[in-house]
Nanobody, 120 residues
Framework: QVQLVESGGGLVQAGGSLRLSCAASGSFYSIDEMGWYRQAPGLQRELITHITSGGTTYYKDSVKGRFTISRDNAKNTVYLQLNSLNPEDTAVYYC??????????????WGRGTQVTVSS
């Protein structure tokens, strides 16, 4: 009943930028925390950023100053602005959201991922 769909990935040269989007749809009461993980080839999935419903943010040290997370609560959408990209940022990026599906039930939902490839 709840689906997250990412978009905005693609191929970009080193130093370039991309903007990722993740929209939640379906039947739910509200969305709490939203965020992004990424997984590079051969590596574990890592949390890179998240944002609370009130706008408090967290960033992994390696992306601070380069990536910016934001959200539009009216659109049930979280965004990730990727700037100053380098080849080490190449990965599949996954969004997640902690969603209240009733007044007493909260679950974490995941998108299927969007590929970001940075060429040197």
């Amino acid at each position: 009943q709840v689906q997250l769909v990412e978009s905005g990935g693609g191929l970009v040269q080193a130093g370039g930028s991309l903007r990722l989007s993740c929209a939640a749809s379906g039947s739910f009461y509200s969305i709490d925390e939203m965020g992004w993980y990424r997984q590079a080839p051969g590596l574990q999935r890592e949390l890179i950023t998240h944002i609370t419903s009130g706008g408090t943010t967290y960033y992994k040290d390696s992306v601070k100053g380069r990536f910016t997370i934001s959200r539009d609560n009216a659109k049930n959408t979280v965004y990730l602005q990727l700037n100053s990209l380098n080849p080490e940022d190449t990965a599949v990026y996954y969004c997640y959201a902690d969603i209240m599906t009733s007044s007493y039930s909260q679950s974490t939902y995941w998108g299927r991922g969007t590929q970001v490839t940075v060429s040197s």
